[in-house]
């Protein structure tokens, strides 16, 4: 795609915001919940972009918690203007704008009825995500990536403490630009990367971490298999859904491994992260499979995540067959159809 064909969303953001600016006050901007460096990144941008080309007041909200430990530094060192969801708030707004996320997707608060004003999205679109303004980009590595090219042609001039959400966003989503990451991802890095605070995203990408979060680590080690190929672990009870993100994206550096896969349970849900190191793994795709279809799970080529609701009262062998479904149903999507067969790589 070319630099000028790959504006196009931008473009549209633009003249969306200036044509409707008066019936878009206030907006109210809503993340995936449990949002991401991406997430953060990109309702802030927006919200930014909203209030310079069109002087749109925005609000940015999200369901859920933010748990992990960098995340909560993105959010408090940076002073993201974002808060937790009231009951009842998202009914109250006239005006509502999803990022980083879709309606049908069960990863947010929007009620089922509620068409949003806008949606910008880099995830794969939903047969039944509408809008009146609906901006996904699939080639787009990050959501961020849209909104940054978006300030970039509006020419609005982007404090330090953005630029900095921007960077670590784009940067996270890809991993520094080395998973998923196209030259547009890359433009929009480079560009806002001298603008950025490097101390503040050594601070965000460096945390220090609560004891919670070694227990956390030291049951991925204990509980970890491997088979061939496929390394994974069960996490029992979480206190931050993002956790199987996290032990996901650690388990996938062991050398030799191409797949990983993460189960973990909070608030009566199984949450399910697998990670790949092949660009055409179509990870989403298969975790949708793993977990019955419908809109429980997503992602991309080489990252996925997802829930499936087991409930709070049900019995410790309900949960552990949920759980060894998932994975068996995984071996044997990668041809490992003798699950007795894994070994536990880090017991003494």
Known sequence: MSKKNSLYHARKLIDFLKENSARLKPLTILTHDHPDPDALASAWALAHLAHEVANIRAKIVYGGMIGRAENRMMAERLQIPVSPLKPGEIKASSHLALIDTQPPFKNNRCPPKRKPALIIDHHPRHPDTQADCVLIDENSGATTTILAEALSLAKVSVPKRLATAIVYGIGSETQNLGREAG?????????????????????????????????????????????????????????TPDRTAQIADFLLTHEKMDWSIVTGRYQGKIFVSIRSSNPSARAGKLLRRLLGGGNRGGGHSMIAGGSIQIGDSASEMTWRRAEDKIVSDFFESQGLKDISKKISPFHQ
Request: glycine content about 4%; aromatic content about 14%.
């Open 183 to 239: 030259l547009r991802d890359v433009r929009a890095y480079q560009e806002f990367w001298p603008k950025a605070h490097m101390q503040t995203l050594w601070k965000i990408a460096y945390p220090k971490h609560s004891p919670n979060f070694f227990i956390s680590l030291l049951s991925a080690l204990q509980n970890a298999f491997i088979s061939r190929s496929v390394i994974g672990t069960h996490l029992g009870e979480m206190s």
